[in-house]
């Protein structure tokens, strides 16, 4: 097993790319904290990550959590604590665009201050918060979730892109300053995967429908972004440290 003996900590683990991360987590022997919001597919995903793990040692518990929310963060970890002892391996997921979002002159700036509470200010918390415990533990792996629009210009989502931006350059700062605690950051950048929230999107937004259209390979499944996440995760990446590593179907190439 890949991931044996190994506490990880995933943020919007309940849904899309967090719970098929949970779940592959499991499968390769993880204990799996999924910290959530939504209650409802919290709990769904613990029970299916917790299944994938019947015959590997893998284990996932379900904790209401929003990880904006200083207080609710900690809790979570201490929750986490008490039920496997540890955290070796902190994943932060929850995020996302909108509809909302737009060009800067366009941009309702409610939009603006819900995607820097939801990313950026929640990476940065359940970072603040898990690191210690990572180095506690003598060393892990942080998952941050950046995207493709931190890397190509992608017209219509600046609120979005910015804080994605973000999560990128502060990945690189954060894989100096813990790197002799020997803790791996590294940040994947997705671009069009098809989550539930993203099928949506992909109905109505005609930005991303243009840029679905130059995947090379396809656009994305939440499990390929995973398996990624399964390999930052593992000692495999032992060496791997301050990237921001794509999963595009190439689409940031052409
Ligand atoms: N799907 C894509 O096309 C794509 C592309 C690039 C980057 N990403 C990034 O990947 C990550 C996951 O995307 P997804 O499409 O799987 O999203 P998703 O919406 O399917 O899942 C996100 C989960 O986070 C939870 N969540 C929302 N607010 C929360 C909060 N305050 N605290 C805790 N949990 C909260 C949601 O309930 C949901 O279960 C996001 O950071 C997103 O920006 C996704």
Redesign the pocket.
Known sequence: MRLEGKVAFI??????????TAERFSEEGAKVCI????SK??QK?AEAAHLKGKNTGGDAFFIN?????EE?VKNAIKETIKKYGKIDILH??????TLEDGPVTEAPIEEFWRCI???LL?TFLCSKFVIPEIIKAGGGSVIN?????ALMALPGRDC?TAV?GAIASMTRSMAVEYAPNKIRVNA???????????KK?LDSSTE?QTISKTHLLGL?E?IH?ADLAVYLASEESNITTGQVISVDSGVTIV
Request: proline share 4%; aromatic share 2%.
């Open positions: 943020t919007g683990g309940g849904g899309g790319i967090g719970r098929a910290a959530e919001i939504d597919v919290g995903a959590t929003n990880v904006s929310d609710s932060n997921n929850a995020g996302g665009s509470n939801l990313d929640g979730m950046s995207s493709n629009v979005y994605k994947i950048a997705p671009s069009v995967t098809l989550s539930d929230r993203v999107l991303i994305g939440p972004v």
